[in-house]
């Protein structure tokens, strides 16, 4: 995601950072939703600071690689315990097969006053929403102050599965904008129903399909505008690993830049279809300095 000559604002993650296991190749790398998006936007300009816990023992290729792209982490960064790790096998078709899911620290992630402090100071930031994380966004909500003004929050709905309609609400009213990878075809009656519930909220909903096309729903008007993107589909010579979070942050970094939805869409459709030609989730030379 190359940048165009113009500033980019200081942006900040909260979520995973966890290690990617290869099982078939007995490889471990640096990985996570939150660590994905980072590089993304540093790629494009941005100032990021992370806001994650790795194990201070499983320490050493999260360090290597946050130093090398130049991404900023908290004094909260290091955590004694176990390691946040997921198994990682390719099939055949190109399409990442993943269990094996080990919480470690990140399942004792609990922003301490500073990056509460960060996470309510206007920055823009993006939840990666992990239950925990999920957790911890309603936490901080709670104790703002009501006349608070609304912080520039959105989220991606990577633990969606474990959502009710009525968490999903929820979490949306906190959010400026919320982006929704879902399995399933577009015409679910679960996707209308996601659709309906941010536009009640006046927010606004992005819900990928992969290669079926995006829907995005804009509420922040008078009138809701929904409008259907096709995906020019490419043959995967990589993986898919990698697309949605690549679609998030070039979708994001020009969302939180000017507003203009149709314009993120197609920011993000392009990296995201960009990343089907990388065998991991961010393209080979990323991990140069964490092996």
Not at 38 to 65: C, E, K, M, N, Q
Not at 156 to 161: A, C, N, P
Request: contains cysteine; aromatic residues 8%.
């Amino acid at each position: 995601m190359a940048g165009d000559g113009q500033a980019r604002p200081a942006l900040r993650l909260v979520g995973p950072a966890s290690i990617d296991r290869y099982i078939d190749e007995a490889i471990e790398l640096p990985g996570g939703g939150a660590l994905n998006m980072a590089y993304h936007w540093r790629s494009a300009g941005h100032p990021v600071t992370l806001l994650s816990r790795v194990a201070l023992d499983h320490a050493t290729p999260f360090d290597r690689f946050v130093t090398e792209h130049g991404i900023a982490v908290t004094d909260g960064w290091h955590a004694a315990g176990h390691p946040c790790s997921i198994d990682i096998r390719i099939t055949d078709d190109r399409q990442p097969a993943m269990d094996g899911f080990v919480e470690g620290v990140l399942g004792e992630f609990r922003p301490d006053p500073a990056e509460v402090d960060a996470i309510v100071d206007g920055t823009p930031t993006h939840f990666v929403l992990v239950d925990v994380v999920d957790a911890a966004l309603h936490a901080i909500a709670a104790d703002r102050p009501a006349d608070a003004s609304r912080a520039r929050w959105t989220g991606d709905f990577l633990s969606f599965r474990h959502m009710t309609g009525e968490r999903f609400s929820a979490t949306m009213a906190h959010l400026e904008l919320g982006i929704v990878g879902w399995p399933g075809d577009p015409d679910d009656d679960a996707v209308a129903d996601l659709a309906a519930r941010a536009a009640d909220l006046g927010r606004t909903l992005v819900v990928t399909f992969g290669s079926k096309g995006i829907l995005a729903v804009d509420a922040r008007g008078t009138d809701r505008v929904d409008r259907w993107f096709d995906v020019d589909a490419r043959q995967v010579t990589g993986t898919t690993i990698g697309c949605g979070d690549a679609f998030a942050a070039a979708a994001l970094s020009t969302w939180f830049r000017t507003g203009d939805l149709t314009a993120a869409v197609d920011a993000g459709r392009r990296l995201g279809a960009d990343a089907t030609e990388w065998v991991r989730p961010l393209p080979d030379a990323a991990y140069a300095a964490s092996r």
